[in-house]
């Protein structure tokens, strides 16, 4: 812990400012969801992705028990044909979920919780790239390992008046 506080401290020195990303480190729970996994061709699919999954679950009576995220299942970062996967939390007891408008199927698991570094994006997504750097520094400073696929937790709409706010997550040991 006092490692931690001495590289802030260093860090704030550095930069006569606060850093503008928190990083802290969550243990989370294991969370029952229905999730949609497909290779897309471009980030702007992943949100065709997720109102394709809420146009079905929302008229089924399936309300998200939380916030979708998505986790990326790529093992680097690629602009393109991205391995993603958006979880919708739900009840235990939900097994399977509409086929979607756009002929997509759910699939009923547990995404896994665990140790998680974790920091908040507010801004667009065209910008995320410096909250990811932050994560990337912070893993490495305190000689973290990824242990699972990122993920993104999109805490509001993307045209929410106060802009989009986008937790990310990456799992570490």
């Known amino acids: 812990m006092l490692d931690r506080v001495g590289h802030r401290l260093r860090m704030i020195e550095r930069e ?6 928190e990083v802290v480190l969550k243990e ?3 969370q029952h969801v229905l ?13 065709m992705m997720i109102g394709d999954g809420f146009s079905a679950l929302i008229p089924a009576g399936i309300i998200p028990q939380g916030a979708c ?22 009840a235990p007891g939900v097994t399977e979920g ?8 759910f699939t ?9 570094a974790v920091t908040v994006h507010h801004g667009p997504y065209d910008t995320i790239d410096r909250a990811y750097a932050a994560l990337a520094t912070w893993i490495e400073t305190n000689h973290c390992t990824i242990a699972g696929p990122p993920q993104e937790v ?14 990310i997550r990456f799992p570490v040991v």
């Open 154 to 167: 999109y805490l509001t709409a993307p045209d929410d008046p106060s802009g989009p706010v986008t937790e």
């Open 108 to 116: 009923a698991r547990e995404a896994p919780g665990g140790s998680m």
């Open 69 to 90: 995220f998505a986790l990326y299942h790529d093992a680097e970062f690629q602009p393109e044909n991205i391995d993603v996967e958006i979880a919708y939390p739900v």
């Open 35 to 47: 999730a949609l996994r497909e290779t897309v061709h471009e980030p702007s699919h992943i949100g």
């Open 28 to 30: 989370m729970e294991d």
């Open 98 to 105: 509409p086929v979607t408008p756009a002929g997509r199927s």
């Open 16 to 21: 006569d400012a606060m850093p503008e990303y």
